[in-house]
């Protein structure tokens, strides 16, 4: 069965530095995601993309978050200037449509370690 | 605004016994329900889903009703296997704008052999 793949698996970064998650989501899906949690707390959404630009995003997805689809195949994730709280799992998704019938498919989430 | 409810974890339970993982769920309109099950070191799997009240989601043994009267999505299992020890995670899709879910806490099952 087809997956969303995400890379690397744990990513260790000094305070203040950019940091890019990598994500290949199912090759026929158009519609892509990702969410964070951060230790012991919700799985929580950050943004949505499609057709090349941001549907949706949260008030957690500020000016040092950043998404792009460079190529046809790769959905990333950057962060300009790594906080302390910006340490979490963070999950990337995908989906064929957008019904109540298309599910999001995840990967197996970026842990993102800032020190 | 929309929301859910999960029972606090852990929830530890013998090999066979009978599971309820309790949800509940706030939104407007009529959202679709899921359940996610995260095993160690792996990422978020739909382990069944529903899209309409009184629609039952199955799978692997678990199932769930989506009851609009009680705004619930109570995950149960008749007999536990040590291998269903993971995470679940009830979340509901909201249909405003993009289609994004809204996740509860998760709640942690251990099963002992």
């Known amino acids: 069965e087809p997956e969303v793949t995400q890379t690397p698996s744990h990513q260790v970064t000094q305070m203040g530095q950019e940091v890019i998650l990598r994500c290949v989501p199912i090759?026929?899906?158009?519609?892509f995601y990702w969410y964070r949690q951060i230790l012991g707390q919700k799985v929580e959404f950050l943004v949505s993309?499609?057709?090349?630009?941001?549907?949706?995003k949260s008030e957690i997805f500020d000016d040092q978050f950043s998404v792009e689809r460079p190529d046809g195949s790769n959905f990333t994730l950057k962060i300009r200037s790594t906080k302390l709280e910006d340490s979490a799992m963070y999950f990337c998704?995908?989906?064929?449509?957008?019904?109540?019938?298309?599910?999001?498919?995840f990967g197996d989430g970026t842990r993102l370690s800032i020190l | 605004g929309d929301s859910v409810t999960q029972m606090e974890g852990p929830v530890t339970l013998s090999e066979e016994a009978f599971l309820t993982i309790n949800c509940t769920y706030t939104?407007?309109?009529?959202?679709?329900l899921f359940w996610y099950v995260q095993y160690p070191g792996e990422g978020l799997q739909l382990l069944l889903k529903?899209?309409?009240?009184?629609d039952k989601g199955s799978n692997k043994g678990f199932e769930a009703t989506y009851r609009k009267e009680t705004t619930s999505f109570h995950l149960e299992k008749g007999s536990v296997q040590v291998s269903d020890s993971a995470v679940y995670f009830c979340?509901?899709?909201?249909?405003?704008?993009?289609?994004?879910?809204?996740f509860g806490t998760g709640t942690r099952l251990k099963v002992l052999a």
């Open positions: 090759s026929n899906h158009l519609y």
């Open positions: 998704a995908s989906s064929l449509g957008q019904g109540l019938n298309q599910p999001q498919h």
């Open positions: 939104a407007t309109g009529y959202p679709s």
């Open positions: 529903a899209t309409k009240a009184d």
């Open positions: 979340a509901l899709c909201v249909t405003s704008g993009t289609y994004k879910y809204i």
């Open positions: 993309f499609y057709n090349n630009e941001i549907s949706e």
